[in-house]
């Protein structure tokens, strides 16, 4: 099992910046992929950035330039950083580990909501 806690949302104006954490604990050492994903009212999840345990990355186009994923490994945190932020980043922002020996599976986080309004 692998239990995963986020925090760092919250309300900040268009063109603001937030920085999530998403601290893993338990059998992490089978993590392949850490990714961010989220939901925003009436859409499905949608990923945001993810980062393998070789700390490849990739994200969505809709934040190429101004999101950054990153993981500290002493910690066990990966992050989101957030930058130029917009009203239509408004969403619940999940944490997601991806493991897929001996099977595949996922783990989500609680969610942490973030808003941009001004």
């Known amino acids: 099992q692998v239990q995963l806690v986020e925090s760092g949302g919250g309300l900040v104006q268009p063109g603001g910046s937030l920085r999530l954490s998403c601290a893993a604990s338990?059998?992490?050492?089978?993590?392949?992929?850490m990714g961010w994903y989220r939901q925003a009212p009436g859409k499905q999840r949608e990923l945001v950035a993810r980062?393998?345990?070789?700390?490849?990355?990739n994200y969505a186009d809709s934040v190429k330039g101004r999101f950054t994923i990153s993981r500290d490994n002493a910690k066990n945190t990966v992050y989101l950083q957030m930058n130029s932020l917009k009203p239509e980043d408004t969403a619940v922002y999940y944490c997601?580990?991806?493991?897929?020996?001996?099977?595949?599976?996922?783990?989500w986080g609680q969610g942490t909501q973030v808003t941009v309004s001004s």
């Open positions: 338990g059998s992490i050492f089978s993590i392949n992929v």
């Open positions: 980062i393998t345990s070789s700390s490849y990355t």
């Open positions: 997601n580990a991806h493991r897929i020996a001996p099977i595949i599976t996922d783990y």
